[in-house]
């Protein structure tokens, strides 16, 4: 009888997970493996870093001098203000913006980065680095 039991005891621990040999330690689980997170960031200068498919490209670099410097108001021009059905949109150098869009626009200086913060009849009202301004329409 004795023998019965410690083999149904054993077949029993199997069965359930337990330890197979009676005072053996239970397995541990492994914890789950936490997911890498990849980081970029953008290079400043060659020496940091290139672009992969465009190796002899500047452009990784432009972005960084363009928020440097300061801008000239003389740089924006407004060629146009569409304002339909409560919808205003304005044309700055060639790039067409609406109320909250953000983009790059082509200067005599270079790219700048803008944000468009209202536009009213004849008048825009535009965001660079941190600084607002406003430009009429027709202005230089």
């Known amino acids: 009888m004795n023998a019965l ?9 199997v069965a359930t997970g337990g330890p197979a040999v009676l005072g053996e330690p239970p397995k541990t689980v492994p914890a789950k493996p936490v997911p890498a997170k990849s980081v970029f960031v953008q290079p400043v200068s060659v020496r940091e870093g290139r672009d992969p498919f465009f190796p002899e490209s500047p452009r990784p670099y432009e972005s960084a001098v363009a928020a440097n410097h300061a801008v000239e108001l003389s740089a924006f021009s407004i060629k146009g203000i ?13 790039h ?7 983009g790059d626009v082509i200067t005599p200086t270079g790219r700048v980065h803008l944000r468009c913060t209202e536009i009213r009849p004849g008048t825009v009202v535009i965001e660079v680095n941190g600084t607002r301004r406003e430009l009429t329409i027709g202005a230089k």
């Not at 039991?5 to 621990?13: C, E, M």
Request: glycine share 6%; charged share 15%; no cysteine.
């Open 5 to 13: 039991f410690k083999k149904l005891l054993l077949l029993s621990l």
């Open 82 to 94: 569409s304002i339909v059905r409560g919808h205003a949109m304005a044309i700055i150098n060639n």
């Open 96 to 102: 067409t913006f609406a109320v909250g869009d953000e």
